[in-house]
């Protein structure tokens, strides 16, 4: 309860602090591939796609261009291909993808922004499903299967690039595309049936990448400094009276 407490007044001292503070809700489509060395008989994803992931963003804009920014996004349902055999699917998937990174404003004008960020990435991914056991299936009793329980965790730099289009000063449409490169990773794996279930955990150092296209909605919340309600260039110009005509002698 303190440490949820305190992480409170965190926040709330931070955007106290902030020019603006803003709320973002997205979806994306992540696309993972990894490469790192493992050790020797342990089977390695290759590539992960994923359905659609579901995201929430805080930024907190220390001035009109630079800010830090928290993004996060969950995803279910996603299906893994490169294991063996490579006709499995997942039946549980839970994967969650985090980026910390101050952002710099690197084109603003009243309607469009192109925020820049780069910092650290994490990525958190848990799975569950089924593979074929050949060894103990047959002709006459076919469909034995190992449950095969994975979890995931990598760690390293993540980077984005995106675009803000402003319908009013508070309220944005956002398209972005955010990579990373981690470089390290550690897996837990589980496999067995029934009760002889077998695990093992290990860490390794390799380069895993991927690609994230977003789109998604903003809001922004401005403190005392709040601009004036019409951009200047968007201000309609005050009609000015034709000069009065002079009356003919």
Same mark, same amino acid.
């Given at each position: 309860? *303190? %440490?949820?407490?305190?992480?409170?007044?965190?926040?709330?001292?931070?955007?106290?602090?902030?020019?603006?503070?803003?709320?973002?809700?997205? +979806?994306?489509?992540?696309? =993972?591939? +990894? &490469?790192? *060395? #493992?050790?020797? /008989?342990?089977?390695?994803? *290759?590539?992960?796609?994923?359905?659609?992931? !579901?995201?929430?963003?805080?930024?907190? &804009?220390?001035?009109?261009?630079?800010?830090? /920014?928290?993004?996060?996004? @969950?995803?279910?349902?996603? *299906?893994?291909?490169?294991? $063996?055999?490579?006709?499995?699917?997942?039946?549980?998937?839970?994967?969650?993808?985090? !980026?910390?990174?101050?952002?710099?404003?690197?084109?603003?004008?009243?309607?469009?922004?192109?925020?820049?960020?780069?910092?650290?990435?994490?990525?958190?991914?848990?799975?569950?499903?089924? #593979?074929?056991?050949?060894? &103990?299936?047959?002709?006459? $009793?076919?469909?034995?299967?190992?449950?095969?329980?994975? %979890?995931?965790?990598? !760690?390293?730099? /993540?980077?984005?690039?995106?675009?803000?289009?402003?319908?009013?000063?508070?309220?944005?449409?956002?398209? $972005?595309?955010?990579?990373?490169?981690?470089?390290?990773?550690?897996? &837990?794996? #589980?496999?067995?049936?029934?009760?002889?279930? @077998?695990?093992? $955990?290990?860490?390794?150092?390799?380069? =895993?990448?991927?690609? %994230?296209?977003?789109?998604?909605?903003?809001?922004?919340?401005?403190?005392?400094?709040?601009?004036?309600?019409?951009?200047?260039?968007?201000?309609?110009? #005050?009609?000015?009276?034709?000069?009065?005509?002079?009356?003919?002698?």
């Amino acid at each position: 309860m *303190k %440490k949820t407490m305190s992480l409170l007044l965190v926040f709330m001292l931070i955007t106290a602090m902030s020019y603006a503070f803003e709320v973002q809700l997205s +979806a994306s489509v992540p696309v =993972h591939f +990894a &490469n790192g *060395k #493992e050790e020797s /008989g342990h089977i390695e994803d *290759k590539t992960d796609l994923a359905a659609i992931a !579901l995201g929430m963003g805080f930024m907190f &804009n220390l001035t009109e261009r630079v800010g830090f /920014g928290l993004f996060e996004d @969950v995803s279910f349902g996603r *299906k893994l291909f490169g294991t $063996s055999p490579t006709d499995s699917d997942f039946y549980s998937l839970f994967t969650s993808d985090t !980026l910390l990174a101050p952002v710099f404003n690197i084109y603003d004008s009243q309607r469009l922004k192109v925020p820049f960020g780069i910092g650290l990435h994490f990525l958190y991914f848990a799975g569950d499903h089924w #593979e074929p056991n050949y060894l &103990n299936s047959s002709l006459t $009793s076919p469909g034995v299967y190992n449950l095969r329980k994975e %979890k995931l965790f990598q !760690l390293g730099l /993540g980077t984005f690039l995106g675009l803000e289009y402003y319908f009013t000063q508070t309220l944005y449409m956002l398209a $972005s595309t955010t990579m990373y490169f981690d470089i390290f990773n550690h897996r &837990n794996l #589980e496999v067995g049936v029934g009760n002889n279930n @077998v695990s093992d $955990s290990w860490s390794s150092w390799g380069i =895993h990448w991927g690609v %994230k296209p977003t789109l998604g909605i903003g809001i922004r919340f401005y403190g005392s400094s709040q601009p004036e309600e019409a951009p200047p260039e968007e201000a309609a110009a #005050e009609e000015v009276p034709p000069p009065e005509e002079e009356p003919a002698l």
